[in-house]
């Protein structure tokens, strides 16, 4: 099976630009999250979904950060206007959830590494 | 709210070295408890899992017991590898009403010397 599928892997830009950063989810997964992940702050969830839907967006930085679900396959991370301090690994995550119960095991991409000039 | 707490790292061992990493959680309720390890240059894998109290997770030789009275999940490994070196993320499940998230620790570098 296909794990979580990001893209693109590495991304430089610079500082003003926007930068959208993609993710496929496992097929079947009802859960998609997004985390940064930089040395000074470590692993940071941003936002998370269930059935496309966003359940909690208080990780999300500041208002130049959006991030959307269309489908139960596809989620993009947007930053607009990004910035230096911007710059980190971008994780995608997806997660099962079985009938009425929770299965808590998230399965993460292999993350975007974003440079921001 | 739910919080981990893990051992500040870096960690370094000589290869065949016995391996503990604390953690230790702060919850309501009766969360699940994980282990993820990240290798350099990769995402988080899950490494082991324990669902309720008392459980042992295991995998590729490292074991953690959930411990609901000392509210810790320990990582240990008997004998560890050049291989084994990586971050070690300690996590909870925080289970709401209609989702469940993670919650992470800071997690721990561990460096094998040969």
């Known amino acids: 099976d296909a794990g979580v599928i990001q893209s693109p892997r590495h991304e430089v830009t610079e500082m003003g630009q926007e930068v959208t950063l993609r993710c496929k989810p496992i097929?079947?997964?009802?859960?998609l999250f997004w985390y940064r992940q930089t040395m000074m702050r470590g692993l940071e969830l941003l936002i998370y979904f269930n059935n496309n839907v966003p359940i909690d967006d208080s990780g999300m930085p500041e208002d130049r950060f959006s991030a959307k679900m269309p489908n139960a396959s596809f989620s993009t991370l947007k930053i607009q206007p990004s910035e230096p301090r911007d710059s980190a690994v971008y994780f995608c995550?997806?997660?099962?959830?079985?009938?009425?119960?929770?299965?808590?095991?998230?399965?993460f991409g292999p993350g975007t590494r974003l440079t921001v000039l | 709210g739910n919080s981990v707490t893990q051992m500040e790292g870096p960690v370094t061992l000589s290869e065949e070295a016995f391996l503990t990493i604390n953690c230790t959680y702060t919850a309501t309720g009766y969360p699940s408890l994980f282990w993820y390890v990240q290798y350099p240059g990769e995402g988080l894998q899950l490494l082991l899992k324990?669902?309720?109290?008392?459980d042992k997770g295991s995998n590729k030789g490292f074991e953690a017991t959930y411990r609901k009275e000392t509210t810790s999940f320990h990582l240990e490994k008997g004998s560890v590898q050049v291989s084994d070196s990586a971050v070690y993320f300690c996590?909870?499940?925080?289970?709401?009403?209609?989702?469940?998230?993670?919650?992470f620790g800071s997690g721990t570098r561990l460096s094998i010397r040969p």
């Open positions: 995550a997806s997660s099962p959830l079985a009938g009425d119960s929770f299965t808590d095991t998230q399965y």
């Open positions: 097929s079947g997964h009802n859960s």
């Open positions: 324990a669902t309720k109290a008392d």
């Open positions: 996590a909870l499940s925080d289970r709401q009403s209609s989702a469940s998230k993670i919650i």
